[in-house]
């Protein structure tokens, strides 16, 4: 929803470089933060101090629970984010060709689709779980370019960028589940409202309005009518995104000067070092009081934990081998099989965007919610673990016999 790809043409190439290594950085960076930060609400939730630390969490303000806020309003500033780097990432970025979209979309395909079927399996039985299909579809961006980070040099560029284009599609199909499958009842008055705010944000774009105060104004109007119209208030957010130019004014062509990157440059500090790391904290706290093996292995978080370390293994690396034998696309540069699987693993930490969604799949149902965070903790560190292993002993250089079968793909 933009002036077509003329806008990114203005962009230079120095710039697109530099906005990537900023991205790795503040990602990879945050993703450490986001693990203390989940280590620490463990340990407050399981210390004397766990009934003020569920107490916070459940007072409401102005209407809405600190829990809520954080959910429905910070979250919010998150898909934002999201959908600014969706949208750059389209027009101008690693996924602005059809040749540099097939794999990590094909990838992230069946790192969406696998999961979600060994999700149905494990809890067929149990239809009131069913809605949480796609709580193992999602991969953590933040969390997976941590553990990468960790790894420096061991791991060839291409796969971070492999990783990060397969996680924003990702995110993409995360964003089109919580529209299609999460909205609850409609209340059509101020869905109406919310449509009016998103055409005259449109209409700004059309006229060729570069000042991000007007959209940031209308958008802060778009989020309280979603949110009282029954769709989820984060939505508004990547709505919001999409009508951000990424053209700059006519006498500028540095990529820092478009109103989106400008915008992203601004949120992505905020995102990564305060929003994501408190939604982790008010999120991921969860009490192991009485926590039992049964407890772990029962449907819903057996479900999830396999979904996200099996599934997403198996969808992100079988989709992936099969459209380069198929001559879909091409091997990452440098990158040996091994390393690809070891990738693959690390798509299976769910963190962020598998608790959001988990939260709004089983809504006022704390047992499940509780079961849904041990599902997601133990399929994710599996991920992560397992994945971090796989690329310390990974060869770093391609075998001639790899070499070899890739060329020939």
Not at 17 to 22: E, G, V
Not at 118 to 142: H, K, Q
Not at 303 to 317: D, E
Not at 336 to 354: D, E, H, K, P, W
Request: aromatic letters at 10%.
């Amino acid at each position: 929803m933009d002036q077509g790809r003329g806008e990114a043409g203005a962009i230079t190439r120095t710039g697109r470089i530099s906005l990537m290594r900023r991205f790795f950085d503040s990602e990879a960076s945050g993703g450490m933060i986001l693990m203390g930060v989940t280590v620490v609400a463990l340990a407050v939730a399981n210390s004397p101090a766990a009934g003020l630390y569920f107490g916070v969490l459940k007072t409401y303000v102005l209407g809405l629970s600190i829990l809520h806020w954080i959910n429905d309003a910070l979250m919010a500033v998150f898909f934002l984010l999201v959908g600014l780097e969706i949208k750059r990432e389209f027009l101008d970025g690693q996924l602005s060709t059809w040749p540099r979209r097939v794999l990590p979309g094909i990838a992230a395909f069946g790192g969406m689709l696998v999961p979600a079927l060994v999700y149905v399996a494990v809890t067929w039985n149990e239809p009131t779980l069913l809605r949480g299909w796609a709580i193992p579809a999602a991969t953590d961006i933040a969390f997976a370019l941590g553990v990468l980070a960790i790894l420096g040099t061991r791991v060839p560029t291409s796969l971070k960028i492999f990783l990060t284009a397969l996680a924003i599609l990702d995110d993409l199909g995360a964003i089109v589940i919580i529209a299609l499958f999460y909205t609850g009842d409609l209340a059509l008055p101020m869905l109406g409202l919310a449509a009016l705010s998103l055409a005259v944000l449109v209409a700004l774009n059309r006229f060729g309005v570069t000042a991000l105060t007007p959209y940031l104004a209308v958008g802060a109007l778009l989020w309280f009518f979603v949110l009282k119209s029954g769709i989820h208030a984060t939505l508004a957010g990547v709505a919001l995104a999409l009508t951000i130019p990424l053209q700059a004014e006519p006498k500028k062509t540095r990529a820092e000067d478009s109103p989106l990157h400008v915008l992203e440059h601004a949120l992505q500090p905020w995102v990564a070092y305060a929003i994501i790391p408190i939604f982790g904290f008010a999120n991921a706290g969860v009490s192991f009081a009485g926590l039992s093996v049964d407890a772990i292995l029962a449907p819903l978080p057996l479900g999830i934990a396999l979904g996200l370390f099996l599934g997403k293994q198996i969808g992100v690396f079988a989709f992936s081998e099969l459209a380069i034998r198929l001559g879909l696309a091409d091997v990452p540069a440098g990158a040996t099989r091994l390393q690809c699987y070891g990738v693959a693993l690390l798509c299976g930490i769910g963190f962020t965007m598998s608790l959001f969604i988990g939260a709004l799949a089983f809504p006022n149902n704390p047992d499940l919610i509780d079961a849904t965070k041990i599902g997601v903790l133990t399929g994710s560190l599996l991920s992560a673990l397992v994945g971090f292993l796989i690329l310390r002993v990974a060869p770093r250089e391609q075998t001639p016999a790899y070499r070899a079968a890739a060329s020939s793909m």
